[in-house]
């Protein structure tokens, strides 16, 4: 059972351009999490998405960020017109079922650099 | 403010010591407490995971603690190795909430 996946693993945009981030969550698992890590920081949860829907987005900045999960394929993060605050590591979780004890498994990041 | 707090913030030790990594929260209703292994450039492992009513729990040769009434958490590492160089997060849930809340982590290097 392959972990959650994630691409690209490292990925570099010039100021203005737009981030595409990828997650494939954990066989079995419909709910995923979306985490940003700022240099010397503690990850902080930007959206909690389901299939096909989002469920709360209260982590993520109102403007130039959005998130999806359609029904098939990965979960997608993306940031338009991309500035160098944007520059982090981009982490990925899923878990099988909502909220509670349960689990939530990481993937292992996507590295964004603004230049 | 739910906010979880971890000390030291670095620390240095030679192979085959020991040491405790501590943890202290104010989220409130607790629900669990987590602790994560983060290796440089990849994503957190889960080490332990404790409820309110427990106060000890071991895997392999860490074992974290769990004080619910002064919110206070520590990982001891037992016989330190090189590949436990790494992050140590604490990340502690709220009742009733998927959302984690992370600790900014202890920097762990481990020195031959």
């Known amino acids: 059972n392959a972990g959650v996946m994630q691409n690209p693993r490292h990925l570099v945009r010039r100021r203005g351009q737009e981030a595409r981030l990828r997650c494939s969550p954990m066989k079995g698992h419909s709910h995923v999490y979306w985490y940003r890590q700022l240099p010397e920081e503690g990850l902080k949860f930007m959206v909690y998405l389901q299939k096909e829907n989002i469920i709360d987005e209260s982590g993520m900045p109102k403007e130039r960020f959005s998130a999806e999960f359609p029904k098939e394929g990965p979960s997608i993060l993306r940031i338009q017109q991309v500035v160098r605050g944007d520059s982090a590591a981009y982490f990925c979780?899923?878990?099988?079922?909502?909220?509670?004890?349960?689990?939530?498994?990481f993937g292992p990041g996507t590295r964004l650099t603004v230049l | 403010k739910n906010q979880v707090e971890q000390s030291p913030q670095s620390l240095i030790i030679l192979e085959g010591k020991n040491c405790t990594l501590q943890?202290?929260?104010?989220?409130?209703?607790?629900?669990?407490l987590r602790w994560y292994k983060q290796d440089t450039g990849r994503g957190p492992v889960s080490l332990t995971i404790?409820?309110?009513?427990?106060n000890t729990k071991s895997n392999g040769r860490y074992t974290a603690t769990l004080d619910a009434d002064t919110k206070q958490s520590s990982l001891h590492i037992t016989a330190s190795q090189l590949s436990d160089s790494a992050s140590y997060i604490c990340v502690v849930t709220s009742s009733g909430t998927y959302k984690y809340i992370f600790g900014t982590g202890t920097r762990l290097k481990v020195l031959a």
């Open positions: 404790m409820t309110f009513s427990e």
């Open positions: 943890c202290n929260y104010t989220v409130s209703p607790f629900s669990n």
């Open positions: 979780a899923s878990s099988p079922l909502a909220g509670g004890p349960e689990e939530q498994f």
